[in-house]
Each structure stands twice: as C-alpha cells, then as structure tokens.
C-alpha cells in the first residue's frame, strides 16, 4: 500500500473542520471568554453593592449599547459553554459517541446556544 502524502504545509484556512470541531474549539474560546471577563464581573459587581451611587453608575454603565453587545457575548458564552460542557460530560460517560450521535448533540449545543442568546438579546435590546 502506498502511504498517503501527508501535507508539509498546512493551511489553516483550507482545512474543513466538522461540527463537533467546532463545538470543541469554541467551548474552550467560551471558557477563555468568561475567564477574561471574570475580574470586570467581579468589580462591576462590588461597585454596584457599595452603595446606592454605585449602583446607579452601574446602571449608566449597562445602559450604554457597547456594553449590552459585550453582555450579549458573554450571554453567548456562558451559554455555549454550559451545553457544550453537558455534551462533554455525556462523551465522558461514552453517550453519544458514534458520529451520527456526536453530529446531533454538537447541533444541539449550537441550537441551544443561539437560542439563549437570542433570548438574551430580545430582553437587552427588545
């Protein structure tokens, strides 16, 4: 049998990932997301209990659109990050883990995601 060339030079934009590739590299892009963010959720959120001017800063804050798009991406986030780790830990106990299964459930995650987010997005923006 003669080997497969293998390619030398691998072009990132070339290659053609499956869904649950995708679902893999953005849960960890997620967790980097909501790891980032961590330190101004918690500053915001000390800011908005040290007193009733706080709060209201923090509320000017949150009422600005840029602010409610990087909610809404942290919404995306946390949310995708939730489904896919539940699709993690069902590939752990080995459920799901034929190729028409892992297909399913990575649409699944995507579905679930969108629809939070989108969920999110009508009550910050609607």
């Given at each position: 049998m003669k080997p497969?060339?293998?390619?030398?030079?691998?072009?990132?934009?070339?290659?053609?990932l499956p869904l649950p590739g995708w679902v893999?590299?953005?849960?960890?892009v997620s967790g980097a997301l909501l790891f980032?963010?961590?330190?101004?959720g918690v500053w915001l959120l000390s800011v908005s209990l040290s007193d009733e001017a706080g709060y209201r800063y923090?509320?000017?804050?949150?009422?600005?659109?840029?602010?409610?798009t990087?909610?809404?991406?942290?919404?995306?986030?946390?949310?995708?990050?939730?489904f896919a780790g539940l699709r993690h830990l069902a590939l752990d106990v080995h459920w799901g883990e034929d190729l028409a299964s892992a297909r399913?459930?990575?649409?699944?995650?995507?579905?679930?995601?969108?629809l939070a987010t989108g969920l999110a997005?009508?009550?910050?923006f609607g």
């Open positions: 497969v060339p293998r390619p030398v030079y691998l072009d990132l934009f070339r290659i053609h893999s590299i953005l849960h960890r980032l963010a961590l330190p101004t923090v509320s000017e804050v949150f009422a600005h659109p840029l602010a409610r990087a909610t809404l991406v942290l919404v995306w986030a946390a949310s995708h990050h939730f399913r459930s990575s649409l699944a995650v995507m579905v679930a995601a969108g997005a009508w009550r910050l």
